[in-house]
């Protein structure tokens, strides 16, 4: 995890505080939009070029005074139940629910994110949600990007979020 100390003056935050107040973003969106309030952060450093297996990745891009990504990495089961508990119906298979879902999850926080870098987050745009799904595959940004990667756990499980912003 390493953000510029100009990128840091910029938001008025040191990387302690942008840290905690992303991981309190991640663990309210799951409060609210999943149920789960057992989100655990676990505190260790990620770099964000990770191989995944069995996983999914929803993404979002933002555009304006930032530009990057704020990725959400979640293994399958993981998908199916976060999924499950949002429609509030049992979801047993990667299917098109669980897709809209996860993209949703990601919006949110991607959302959540913006709005502490820069006061109100209204000079910076999200994309629609893009997810990717696969048996083995590598997530990689550019290497002019800033990253933060904040990996999670419930129960047996993980999951990670990153948040990647132009230099």
Known sequence: M???????????????????????????????????????????????????????????????????????????????????????????EIDDDVNDAMGEIANMIAGSFKQHLSKGGSDIQLSTPSVVNGTDYMVSSGGDLENITLKFATDDEWLMVALSIED
């Open 2 to 92: 390493s953000m510029k100390p100009a990128t840091l003056a910029a938001i008025h935050m040191t990387e302690d505080e942008l840290v905690a107040s992303l991981i309190k973003d991640v663990q309210d969106v799951f409060i609210n939009m999943v149920g789960v309030e057992d989100l655990m952060h676990l505190p260790i450093q990620i770099d964000i070029t990770t191989h995944f297996k069995e996983c999914l990745t929803a993404m979002v891009g933002l555009a304006g005074t930032y530009n990057g990504l704020v990725s959400v990495h979640v293994p399958w089961p993981l998908s199916i139940k976060f999924t499950s508990l949002m429609l509030g119906m049992e979801v047993t």
